[in-house]
C-alpha cells in the first residue's frame, strides 16, 4: 500500500466531476487500500478518490470512534450515490482533509440511504444516520466536485480559500527558497 498526496482548495482538480467506476478490479481495489491507508494516517473519517487526483467515483469512511476503543469498521465505495435523503436535518461541524484547518457547521439530511460498490463489486445499499451519514454524503458531495465550504456564505468561502491560497504561497516560496 502506499500514501497518496491529498490535494487541498484551492486545487481546481477539487472542482471537477469523478467518472464513474466500470467494475472494481484489482486497480480499484488497490485504489482504495491506497485511499484508506491515506485517510487512517492524515488522520481523517473520508476520503474520496478526487481529493488524491483520481478523477473515479471512489470513497473511503470509517467514522469508528478508534480513541475510545471502537474496532476500525472501513467503508469503501465505488459508484456510491444517495438514493434517500430525509427531510429532517441535523448540523455537524466538519472539516476536510483538503481544507486543512478550518471547521464549520453544515446542514445536510439527517439520515440517508447509500448504495454503492463494496470492495468486491458487490451492490451494496447502508442505511445511514448522524455522523456516518454526514461524511458519506460529504465524500460523495466532492465526486461531484463539491467542497463542504460550498455549503457556506459566500464571504466565509472566499475568507477560507484566500487564507489557504497564501499558505499555499507561503509554502512554495519557502521550497522555492531552500532549492
Do not use: W
Not at 491507508?37 to 470513497?59: D, H, S, W
Not at 454503492?116 to 451494496?124: F, P, S, T
Request: charged share 30%.
Amino acid at each position: 500500500m502506499a500514501l497518496l498526496k491529498i490535494l487541498t482548495a484551492p486545487d481546481p482538480r477539487l472542482k471537477e466531476r469523478a467518472l464513474p467506476v466500470e467494475k472494481v478490479d484489482d486497480e480499484i481495489r488497490q485504489l482504495m487500500d491506497n485511499m484508506l491507508e491515506t485517510m487512517y494516517a492524515a488522520p481523517g473519517i473520508g476520503l474520496a478518490a478526487t481529493q488524491v487526483g483520481v478523477l473515479k467515483r471512489v470513497i473511503v469512511v470509517d467514522v469508528a470512534d478508534t480513541k475510545n476503543g471502537e474496532e476500525p469498521n472501513p467503508i469503501m465505495l465505488a459508484n456510491p450515490e444517495v438514493v434517500k435523503a430525509s427531510s429532517d436535518q441535523s448540523i455537524y461541524e466538519e472539516g476536510c482533509l483538503s481544507v486543512p484547518g478550518f471547521y464549520e457547521e453544515v446542514e445536510r439530511p439527517e439520515t440517508c440511504t447509500i448504495k454503492g460498490l463494496n470492495r468486491d463489486g458487490k451492490e451494496v445499499e447502508i442505511k445511514a444516520e448522524g455522523l456516518l451519514a454526514t461524511c458519506l454524503q460529504h465524500e460523495i458531495d466532492h465526486l461531484e466536485g463539491t467542497l463542504f465550504i460550498d455549503h457556506l456564505s459566500r464571504l466565509k468561502r472566499n475568507m477560507i480559500v484566500k487564507k489557504l491560497t497564501k499558505e499555499k504561497k507561503l509554502k512554495e516560496a519557502a521550497t522555492d527558497h531552500n532549492l
